[in-house]
């Protein structure tokens, strides 16, 4: 038996692995803040629930079971922001806020750049736990970006790239 055999928590991690790994938790710790500063400025009850829901049953647990990983591998952890208060939309100057249709777009490309990270891990990981673990953050992502898509096309906030008609057809 060689040292990639058996069980896999117990073989060491590849410097990619490592490396990967740890910037997704310094990104998901950054997040954490960024998207509690976001829903002060979310005033659509919708995106605010769905935000909120990214936050406690996406992000946050990501960043519980990577920090555990890296622990149990005696790899040291990135710093975090510090939470962000709440606070009252109202007191934000309208010229300072972030509108719903701003936040629902930005919300949507970091679920789609995290889908792509969780695929990179998962191809660069000769460990099998940390491919499942990745695959199911990957799961979890595409499932809130439907839910995304589904509340920007509901809200008229998503804004198509030109769509092509095909003319030739019909002729």
Known sequence: MGILSGNPKEEPLH????????SHLLTAKGMVSAYQTLLNHTGDDDLK????????????LEVEEVEALLKENGVGLPPAPPERPNACL???PPGARFQDPEIAAKVSADVAAGLVACSTIIGQAIREDIATMYGQFHMKKAQFGVRLL?????????????LHINKAEGC
Do not use: A, M, Q
Request: glycine share 8%; no cysteine.
């Open 150 to 162: 589904k509340l920007n096309k509901e809200k008229g906030w998503l804004v198509p790239p030109p």
């Open 90 to 92: 109202e007191n934000i």
């Open 15 to 22: 410097y990619g692995e490592v490396y990967s790994v740890w």
């Open 49 to 60: 629930k769905l935000i909120e829901d990214i936050l406690e049953n996406g992000i946050k």
